[in-house]
């Protein structure tokens, strides 16, 4: 009997469960076994291997109803493996690896670094298809990753949420969002969620502007409450960058793809307000939250599509190409397209249809003016 490995890497992303469910039962459906192996491409290496395990339909059937992923993620890069300052090229042992769990195939679900390692070993003759996911939708060649759905759901209850005290006490709310270089958690979730302001990393954004946007928006006083200051509420992503300044970073340090953690822009920004206005400010950080919980209806039915079809490229041996989706569903059509598409460059939040970097917000006339 053939068989398949799965693994997922790096940061979980609801749907993951779903798609390995999918996966598994297509794959019993063809007569292939299925290997899970365990955080990343960690369970090609001596450190993970003896955690891998054979899935079958039956232990899978609850999966897809869980976030996370089951078979553990981790941010490991077999091409420069670190321990303490030293960097090594493992990848000959996640080949060899391979060869001992008699893979036949080996499919890879992650985001650009996970999939950038599948798509260099493919380069080698490994025979490997891919699966897009990553909360940041920051992949290129497909309109969906996995967990994006689910993680604007989660920031657009959390805005919504902060609006309640801000409200009451008339506080500048700064809620800080991930996305590493894309913006598109934080404009959608801000739009779905009303923001006044939305700052993103593709644009860099200037402190004396914002204070500006900020004091118009509080001294609006449409119901013709006067005495009281309004509120605001900023949705800012960890990328995002002063036009004098750089990126926020945690502690500076970087993780073995060379991407330095970050983190702390949203309170940088709310201390910023609280000095520079006459305005209170507080920040919230939802951190790992965001990516958390169960996965939503899209990223499951996305979820199922992406683990059918992964399959599917196993059959036909299109190896080095990941499964791409134009549109979500309900509304999907899939295709496979090479990794090498998805990987080269970052698909950021096209700004020029989107963003109006004078208002730090939606264009007016996106909504207005549909395009027909
Ligand atoms: O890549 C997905 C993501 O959620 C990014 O938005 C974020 O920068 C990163 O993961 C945070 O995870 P970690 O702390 O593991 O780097």
Request: charged content about 25%.
């Amino acid at each position: 009997m053939k068989r398949i490995g799965v693994l997922t890497g790096g940061g979980d992303a609801p749907g993951l469960n779903a798609a390995i469910k999918a996966l598994v039962v297509r794959a019993e459906r063809e007569n292939f076994a299925v290997v899970g192996l365990a955080r990343g491409w960690e369970g090609l290496l001596e450190e993970g291997k003896d955690d891998n395990i054979l899935l079958d339909s039956e232990l899978v059937r609850r999966w897809d109803r869980e976030g996370g992923t089951a078979l553990g993620s981790s941010r490991t890069n077999p091409f420069a493996f670190k321990q303490g300052d030293k960097k090594t090229d493992r990848s000959a042992e996640v080949v060899r690896n391979m060869e001992q769990l008699a893979l036949d195939a080996l499919v890879v679900m992650g985001g650009e670094d996970t999939l950038g390692v599948g798509n260099r070993l493919s380069k080698t003759g490994v025979p490997i298809v891919g699966v897009p996911k990553t909360i940041d939708k920051d992949l290129s060649a497909t309109d969906y990753t996995i967990g994006f759905d689910t993680a604007l759901h989660n920031n657009t209850t959390i805005i919504e949420w902060c609006r309640t005290p801000a409200g009451s006490h008339h506080w500048v709310q700064v809620v800080e969002v991930m996305g590493r270089h894309a913006g598109h958690l934080a404009f959608w979730s801000g739009v779905a969620g009303g923001a006044d302001i939305i700052l993103i990393p593709e644009i860099k954004f200037d402190y004396q502007k914002l204070f500006e946007l900020l004091h118009q928006h509080m001294e609006r006083h449409p119901h013709g409450m006067k005495r009281v200051a309004r509120y605001a509420v900023v949705v800012v992503s960890e990328g995002v960058a002063a036009s004098d300044g750089g990126i926020v970073t945690l502690d500076g340090s970087l993780d073995s793809f060379g991407h330095v953690k970050l983190g702390g822009v949203g309170k940088v920004i709310s201390d910023a307000i609280r000095k520079h206005t006459r305005y209170d400010s507080r920040h919230v950080v939802p951190g790992y939250a965001q990516r958390g919980g169960a996965p939503s209806p899209v990223d499951r039915c996305m979820g199922f599509l992406f683990g059918t079809a992964a399959v599917g490229a196993v059959l036909q041996k299109r190896w080095g190409m990941m499964v791409s989706a134009k549109g979500v569903a309900p509304a999907c059509e899939l295709s496979l397209v090479p990794i090498d598409q998805a990987v080269e460059k970052l698909n950021l939040l096209d700004v020029n249809l989107y963003y109006d970097a004078e208002r730090y917000n939606v264009k007016r006339n996106y909504f207005l003016e549909p395009r027909i």
